[in-house]
C-alpha cells in the first residue's frame, strides 16, 4: 500500500507519499481501507521531530481518519466488514489502510458525508474528554476557548453552546472572529488588540470564565488563571505559547480553582475507548440532528499532504484540513 512517510525532521516537504507494508490486524484490531484523514498540529510537531508515536505504533502521520472496516482481528464482533466508520489513532491515518483498535471506532453520523467524517474523532474527542468529562461545562456557565478559529475551537464553540453554555473565543483577526460568531460565540476578542482577560471579565460582570479550554501553554498561564471565575476550570491541551509559564499559586487557591493539562494521543487504549464510549452516547446524537457539525476548511488529495501541512503552519485555517483518498 501508499502512505505518506517523513523522510527526515524537517519543513512540509520531508513528507513523501510512497510504499509501505500492508497492516494486518491483530486481536481486538479492526483494518480499514481509509477514505480520508485529517491534519492535526501534531502531525506538524511529529514531522519537525518533537512529537513521536507511542512505542509500537506506526511512525506513519494521522491521528484520525474515515474509512470502510476491511477486515477484523480475533475477538472482534461489534462490527462488520463494509462499515463505515470514522476512528481515533495514536497513528497511521495518512495512509491507504491502518489499523485500529475496535473500541477506538465510531459509525460515520448519517447527516456527515464519509470524506468530511474524518475530521470528526480527533475534535470530537479532544473537546468533550476535555471540557464536559474533566471540565465538567455545565449549563448557564462561561467557556472561554483559546484559537476558536482551528479545528478543535469550532467543534468547541458548538460543543459549549449545545450546552447551555455561554462561549467566549480568541482568534486573530475581524473575519474569524465573525465566523466564530456565526457558529454561535456570544464574546469574540482579537488576541492581537485586546486583553482576553479584561473582556471577559467585562462581558460577565467581572466573574471570569468557569472554563478555559488553552492550546497555548506556557504563555497564556498566567492570565488564564487571572481570568479564571470562582471554582475556575483551566485544561491545556497545548504548548504552542510554549512549556512553561508562571503558576500565581496565591491567586489559584483564593479561586478554589484547578489547573489540568492532558493529551489524547498517548492515553492506553481503555482510557481511549472509555472516551469514544462517551463520545458515541452523548455527543453523536448532537451530530446527528445537527446541532454540531464538522467544519471543514479544504479538501486535498493525501499526495498533497505537505501543502497542508504549509497551509496549517502559515494561513489562517477555519476548520480542518482534510485529506483524501481516491
Known sequence: MRA?????????????WTEVPDPSPGPGEVLLDVAASAVNRADLLQRKG????PAGVTEVPGLECSGTVAALG??????????????LLAGGGYAQRVTVPAAQLLPVPSTVDLVSAAGLPEVAC??????????RLSAGETLLVHGG????????IQVGKALGATVAVTAG????????AELGADIVINYREQDFVAEVRAATDGRGADVVLDNMGGKYLPRNVSVLAPHGRLVVIGMQGG???ELNLAELLGKWATVTAASLRHRPVDGKGAIVAEVREHLWPLIENGTVKPITHEVLPMERAGD??????????FGKLVLTLG
Open 243 to 245: 512549556v512553561k509559564g
Open 149 to 156: 478559529a482551528g479545528g478543535i475551537g469550532t467543534h468547541a
Open 173 to 180: 483577526s475581524a473575519d474569524r472572529l465573525a465566523r466564530c
Open 308 to 317: 497542508a501541512h504549509a497551509a496549517l503552519d502559515e494561513q489562517p485555517v
Open 74 to 87: 480475533e475477538g472482534v464482533t461489534e462490527w462488520r466488514v463494509g462499515d463505515q466508520v470514522c476512528a
Open 50 to 53: 518533537f512529537y513521536p508515536p
Open 126 to 135: 479532544t473537546v468533550w474528554s476535555n471540557v464536559v468529562m474533566t471540565a
Open 4 to 16: 505518506i512517510t517523513i523522510r527526515e525532521p524537517g519543513g512540509p516537504e520531508v513528507l513523501e
